[in-house]
């Protein structure tokens, strides 16, 4: 059950990683025009800069890690037992074989 439950957390296409950028930056624009006004001036748009900043560097790394997971799991041949099943051995396990 918890293993279900955590596959919920996990980030699998681009499109989920989109949604999820889109969150953070809606969050962050927000949290940016509190700091406008708490703090008006230089201070408060330097702020405002930083979280949308985060955003960016946030998306960009799920980014990349999806599209490096999408390419080691293309290099990665998986492993075939006698049966033709596919059978669970660790990435070490391949390379040895």
């Not at 955003?55 to 293309?74: I, N, P, S, Y």
């Not at 099943?85 to 040895?96: E, G, H, I, Y």
């Amino acid at each position: 059950m918890l293993k279900k439950i955590s596959r919920l957390f996990v980030i699998k296409t681009r499109w989920e990683a989109f949604l999820i950028i889109y969150g953070l930056a809606l969050g962050a624009v927000e949290r940016g025009s509190v700091y406008i006004t708490r703090y008006p001036g230089f201070g408060g748009k330097l702020l405002f800069l930083a979280c949308t900043g985060a955003v960016f560097m946030a998306g960009g790394k799920m980014l990349d890690c999806l599209r490096h997971e999408q390419t080691l799991a293309a290099l990665t041949p998986s492993a075939v037992n006698d049966n033709g099943d596919a059978a669970s051995m660790t990435v070490a396990a391949r390379k040895r074989a």
